[in-house]
């Protein structure tokens, strides 16, 4: 009886195996298939290029590292709050607003090894901030700064304000 039970337990987890791979077999077959997040909002994801850095932007980028000087901090944090319209609120670090949802904002020092991280915000202690989406990342070309994109709930982009926080450790 212990025989005939040890060989259905082995078939039965042979058999498991083989459906599980079979399976997994089906779902790498299908490389091509959209991510349903593409599907619903094709423009939430069709503005993810940083636009060029303009000669001001570098102009500014690099003032801002001679007079931040101190480039060999062992740890900070820098936070900044911008407005809709691109005016900085509070913190610290210079705001250029590139067009609808698209802003940079340079510190005077290099954060290319920091964690950034962004919410949507208000600049003032009033109301729940407009919902949306804020997206963060290294600005290219430029060792100092971060390029901000802000869209509504629908994906499109839409100027809102955000609270800004860069931790180099």
């Known amino acids: 009886m212990s025989t ?10 042979f058999a498991v195996l083989g459906l599980s791979l079979a399976g997994g077999g089906i779902a790498v077959a299908q490389p091509n298939a959209k991510a349903p ?15 060029p850095v303009t000669a001001e932007s570098a102009r500014k980028a690099k003032a801002a590292l001679k007079s931040g ?15 809709a319209n691109g005016t900085k609120a509070r913190g610290v670090g210079t705001v250029i607003k590139y067009g609808v949802g698209q802003y940079e904002i340079q510190f005077g020092h290099i954060i290319t090894s920091g964690v950034i991280v962004a919410t949507i915000g208000r600049g ?12 963060v990342a290294p600005r290219l ?18 100027d809102l304000g955000f609270h800004l926080v860069v931790h180099l450790a």
Do not use: Y
Request: with cysteine; aromatic share 2%; glycine share 4%.
């Open 141 to 158: 070309s430029t060792p100092n700064g971060v390029f901000v994109q802000t869209r509504n709930s629908a994906g499109v982009a839409a």
């Open 37 to 51: 997040v593409d599907a619903v909002q094709p423009a939430a994801r069709s503005t993810n290029a940083q636009p």
């Open 4 to 13: 005939t039970f040890r060989r259905k337990a082995a078939a039965v987890t």
């Open 69 to 83: 000087a101190a480039s060999t901090l062992v740890a900070s944090t820098s936070i900044v709050v911008v407005n």
């Open 124 to 135: 003032d202690s009033c109301c729940i901030p407009s919902s949306g989406e804020i997206s």
